[in-house]
């Protein structure tokens, strides 16, 4: 990444006055538990969190990041170009340049297929003990789990300089994707696809008024908002409009479409849990638990539904997940903000976002299932030979986007873009106060991920006959990764 000398001079300037007016908020030690991205948090003004940080100056060294971007979901920004979210991304690099004399590198992986490449070279170049990268920016679940069981990444509990209990860094994925006190990936503000990742519902205004639904942010501010409440808002919304006497998508309209992670996010937002610690801090599958069962049994009586719910997985790529929706032919929709994001701001009907229900009333908040298929994380290779450069650039790179990066994402592209009234910003701030990654969403053990979603989606099979023939070898398959965390 090069630049005008003075040009990113101004910049830094820039930059700095920026972080002191975001109050250089730092959390105050690897004790603390902080919960969530803090979008929505008040800043402390205590010190510049930047100067509790090495000084360092590496004369023109390069800082080499391979990493998954796409025009949907981009992590790079190499020029700007006027957009809020690129300019701040491509100043967070000029400002982290300047200030710690290095050369930004990237090499990108520029589409969803590219994404099996970035991970082959990964391998290799680990694999043939050869220091080519020094930090990666990809998908825990589709190349993550297959890298972190090689012993190729480092542990980022080992990193000098990076305080991973500060918000800038997912609390969810560092309380539910350890072993053995081990953390191999991690997400955050570094990576922008941070922001595309919770899954949520949004539903068409017009088809609410045209059935007198009311204001359904009610329910979610007096706390209402539950399965209960969602189930009785499908029943009776959905029109067979052209009278054939079958659903159709494209033609009729359906109480709700969405895609089958939905699934495991509602599963999530209910309570549900697919893998729990132990005492000894041991992950065991929980899937089974009369608990997780009663919540299974109750979102497949809602969800599958031929009349009143559409699954959109079959339609097509990602662009068809969102089409019905789009085209007024559902009333709700469940998908990740990727979808939000990329497709809706073209939609003509008026639309609001929400926050997936709660199991009932005396859950005490509301949770959010983040996709873990987009490139959200950050991990380092094996091979790297400075882990204390690339250590402190992680962390001022997370801190900065935290700052500034973020608030332009969340503040500008989210809130003022695809919201469209004051109260669905509102709904934001509940959606991102923490989004949910867990082990299982991540490594999928013997597809039984894949399975207790599909079942929830489809109900095709009975759960515990698939759940009883796939747990041997789902625990197998954990049981590896263990030893292989050891």
Not at 119 to 137: P, R, S, T, W
Not at 158 to 177: C, E, G, K
Request: aromatic residues 12%.
């Amino acid at each position: 990444m090069k630049m005008n000398k003075v040009f990113a001079v101004f910049l830094a300037i820039t930059f700095i006055v920026l972080l002191s007016a975001c109050g250089g908020e730092q959390s105050s030690g690897p004790q603390d538990t902080i919960s969530g991205d803090s979008n929505n948090n008040e800043a402390e003004t205590t010190r510049d969190y930047l100067s509790t940080l090495p000084a360092k100056n590496y004369g023109g060294k390069e800082f080499r990041v391979i990493v998954q971007t796409y025009d949907r979901h981009p992590n790079v920004a190499e020029e700007i170009n006027g957009e809020p979210v690129n300019d701040a991304l491509y100043e967070r690099d000029a400002f982290i340049s300047e200030r710690y004399g290095i050369e930004f590198k990237y090499y990108k992986y520029e589409s969803l297929a590219a994404g099996t490449q970035l991970m082959n070279e990964v391998q290799k170049v680990c694999l043939a003990a050869e220091d080519l990268y020094d930090l990666i920016i990809a998908s825990p679940a589709h190349h993550y789990r297959i890298l972190m069981p090689q012993g190729i990444l480092l542990n980022l509990k080992d990193i000098p300089n990076l305080d991973l209990r500060a918000p800038w860094w997912s609390q969810a994925m560092y309380n539910y994707t350890q072993i053995n006190n081990n953390l191999y990936t991690l997400s955050g503000s570094i990576a922008l696809n941070y922001y595309y990742a919770p899954c949520v519902l949004t539903f068409n205004k017009k088809i609410a008024d045209a059935y007198n639904l009311g204001n359904l942010y009610k329910y979610v501010f007096d706390g209402s908002w539950t399965l209960d409440k969602f189930s009785g808002l499908l029943k009776d919304t959905w029109a067979d409009l052209n009278g054939d006497g079958a659903m159709k998508a494209y033609e009729d309209q359906f109480a709700l479409s969405l895609d089958d992670l939905m699934g495991q996010a509602f599963y999530i937002s209910s309570g549900g849990t697919q893998i729990e610690y132990d005492s000894d801090g041991i992950p065991q599958f929980s899937m089974a638990s009369p608990k997780n069962i009663n919540i299974i049994d109750k979102l497949v009586s809602i969800i599958v539904d031929k009349e009143r719910v559409l699954p959109t997985e079959p339609l097509g790529g990602v662009e068809f997940k969102t089409k019905p929706f789009i085209e007024g032919m559902a009333l709700f929709m469940g998908y990740n903000m990727s979808g939000v994001i990329a497709d809706l701001r073209s939609m003509e009907d008026a639309y609001g976002i929400l926050p997936l229900p709660k199991w009932n009333e005396t859950q005490d908040k509301f949770l959010t299932y983040g996709s873990a298929f987009g490139p959200c994380g950050a991990a380092i290779p094996i091979t790297n030979k400075d882990v204390d450069m690339t250590g402190l650039l992680m962390e001022v790179m997370a801190y900065i986007s935290y700052n500034t990066v973020g608030p332009e994402m969340y503040n500008v592209t989210i809130k003022e873009k695809i919201s469209r009234d004051d109260d669905s910003a509102k709904m934001l701030d509940i959606i991102y106060e923490d989004i949910i990654f867990d082990l299982n969403g991540i490594y999928n053990f013997n597809n039984i991920g894949v399975m207790l979603r599909t079942y929830i989606i489809y109900a095709k099979t009975p759960f515990m006959s698939q759940y009883e023939a796939n747990i041997t070898k789902a625990q197998s398959e954990l049981d590896a990764l263990i030893d292989s965390f050891n």
